[in-house]
Every structure is written in structure tokens, then in C-alpha cells.
């Protein structure tokens, strides 16, 4: 099956937060700060997503998430020091922001959603051939550093 880029399932899944907002107004909230709450959880995953291209590009590695098998070296530093997928947890913040500015509980259902497909069609992937190409220190790497946070 053919990996649809981790960009564009993040696209349509804030597509979504915000139809499921506007469409299906079940129940809506507000408080105090909200959009800088909101602002805040985007600017995060933001700097989080660059910070880690910026490592993938030190490393002199692909950054493409559908050509991964052109690995050429194993970054582990930066923010791969704490979460072996930073750039899926930046573009969950990212949408996690969105569905708080939103306001509408039902778009919050699509975080846990993009998630688990990220991690069945995307990660498991990705961490079978790394582990291939890797072997030991791969298996190392994730003994000590989680797959999200």
C-alpha cells in the first residue's frame, strides 16, 4: 500500500478538526487564553518539526518520510533525544493547537485518529527499516528513547 506523505494526512486532519468544529457544534468551549493556548501549542510543534529537519539535514540524511530507506545515518540527537518521532509529535501539537482554537470537543477525536494511523502506516514502517538497516544501534536507541514522548 502506498504511504500517503505525513504532510497531507496532517493537512486533511486539520481539514477535518475544523469541519467537525464548524459542522458538528456539539459541544463548545471556551477560556480564558484560548487562542494563546492555541497559538502556543502550534508555535511548538512548529519549532519542533524545523528543529528536527534541521538535525535530519546536519546528519546529511533524507527527511522524506516515504523514502526512508534512503537513511544514510541514524540522528539521535536534538529532539531524537526524547522522542524518536519528533516531527509526527510537532504536527500532532500543531493540530492539537488548531482543535483548541476550534473550540469544538468532536474535533478533538481526529488527534488520537492521526495518531494511530501515523503509527500503523508511517512509524511501524519506518522503525522495521531502521531496524534493518541500523540493527544494534537502533535497538538501542529505542530501549532508551520513546516512540512519542
Known amino acids: 500500500m502506498p504511504r500517503i506523505p505525513p504532510p497531507i494526512v ?15 457544534p456539539l459541544a463548545r468551549f471556551q ?15 512548529g519549532a519542533l518539526d524545523v528543529t528536527a529537519a ?3 539535514r546536519s ?3 533524507t527527511i522524506n518520510p516515504i523514502a526512508i530507506q ?3 545515518s541514524l540522528v539521535t540527537g536534538g529532539p531524537f533525544a526524547f522522542s524518536r518521532n519528533p516531527m509526527y509529535l510537532g504536527l500532532a501539537l500543531i ?8 473550540a469544538g470537543l468532536a474535533s478533538f477525536i481526529m488527534i488520537p485518529l492521526f495518531m ?4 500503523t502506516f508511517q512509524i511501524k514502517p519506518e ?7 541500523f540493527g544494534a544501534d537502533y535497538a538501542a536507541y529505542c530501549a532508551r528513547v520513546r516512540r512519542w514522548i
Open 10 to 24: 496532517a493537512l486533511v486532519t486539520a481539514l477535518l478538526i475544523w469541519a467537525l468544529a464548524h459542522w458538528l
Open 31 to 45: 477560556f480564558p487564553m484560548q487562542a494563546l493556548l492555541a497559538l502556543g501549542l502550534a508555535m511548538i510543534g
Open 54 to 56: 534541521l538535525h535530519f
Open 59 to 61: 546528519a546529511k540524511t
Open 70 to 72: 534512503k537513511a544514510s
Open 95 to 102: 493540530l492539537s493547537g488548531l482543535a483548541i482554537y476550534e
Open 116 to 119: 494511530l494511523y501515523i503509527t
Open 127 to 133: 522503525e522495521q527499516m531502521m531496524r534493518n538497516k
